[in-house]
């Protein structure tokens, strides 16, 4: 997975990126982003797309990425934005806003399929980008473990809806709560399955006292 890094070097790039998002089809919460770019050798063992780690290696190769990365920004696009501009734009503005909050400004940005057109520099969009390049596979972990840390806090604030264990996911019990209690205030309205109830939330927004809580 660091083929496509080296021979990038060879051509005298330094500072490679890749950048990935996570939760783009979930229910609830928001779209996160992650960059991250290596040190100059990106062989880090254990690094794989965050889907196919379990959450314990996740949290331990994420601990990794960290402590040997040259730099790591993250971007998060809140549900009402995904309303407002759709889900691909949101991803998109969220990996743009984890290129800019890096420290170090990238040679060449690494991708999973798709270009940031609101970002001036060199993009290489890889098809599974995350399974070919190490750059993308460490943005993903990171993006992930980000994104499950908002999501379990937010199940202290929403605990019907389980959103420790589903993260926003249409899971079954996440869709039998949405059905009971309707959309909280971090569903995303635009979403199919997700639908207006007065019977736990207000459409002012208002969390309808306690019982969410």
């Given at each position: 997975?660091s083929?496509?890094e080296r021979r990038?070097r060879e051509f005298?790039?330094?500072?490679?990126a890749?950048t990935?998002e996570?939760?783009?089809?979930?229910?609830?919460?928001p779209?996160?982003?992650?960059?991250?770019?290596?040190?100059?050798?990106?062989?880090?063992?254990?690094?794989?797309?965050?889907?196919?780690?379990?959450?314990?290696?996740?949290?331990?190769?994420?601990r990794?990425?960290?402590?040997?990365?040259?730099?790591?920004?993250v971007?998060?696009?809140e549900?009402?934005a995904?309303?407002?501009?759709?889900?691909?734009?949101a991803?998109k503005?969220a990996?743009?806003e984890?290129v800019?909050?890096?420290?170090?400004?990238?040679?060449?940005?690494?991708l999973?399929?798709?270009t940031?057109?609101?970002?001036e520099?060199p993009?290489?969009?890889l098809i599974?980008?995350?399974?070919?390049?190490?750059?993308?596979?460490?943005?993903?972990?990171v993006?992930?473990?980000?994104r499950?840390?908002l999501?379990?806090?937010?199940?202290d604030?929403?605990?019907?809806?389980d959103?420790?264990?589903?993260?926003g996911?249409?899971?079954?019990g996440?869709?039998?709560?949405?059905k009971?209690y309707g959309?909280?205030?971090?569903?995303?309205?635009?979403f199919?399955?997700?639908?207006?109830?007065m019977?736990?939330?207000?459409?002012?927004?208002?969390?309808?006292g306690?019982?969410?809580r």
């Open positions: 997975m083929a496509i990038l005298g790039f330094r500072a490679i890749g990935d996570v939760g783009r089809g979930c229910l609830a919460g779209v996160v982003a992650a960059c991250v770019i290596l040190d100059c050798e990106p062989t880090l063992l254990g690094v794989n797309d965050s889907k196919m780690l379990d959450g314990i290696d996740r949290v331990a190769v994420c990794h990425i960290v402590a040997c990365a040259r730099a790591i920004g971007g998060v696009v549900p009402h995904i309303d407002e501009i759709n889900i691909l734009r991803s503005l990996m743009a984890a800019q909050n890096l420290s170090v400004r990238p040679d060449v940005l690494l999973d399929a798709v940031v057109e609101s970002l520099m993009q290489i969009p599974e980008g995350d399974k070919r390049s190490v750059s993308i596979a460490a943005a993903s972990v993006a992930k473990v980000y499950d840390l999501m379990e806090s937010y199940h604030r929403y605990p019907v809806y959103f420790r264990h589903n993260r996911y249409a899971t079954e996440h869709q039998a709560a949405l009971v959309p909280s205030p971090i569903h995303r309205k635009s199919e399955g997700v639908e207006e109830s019977l736990l939330f207000g459409r002012d927004g208002d969390d309808g306690d019982q969410a």
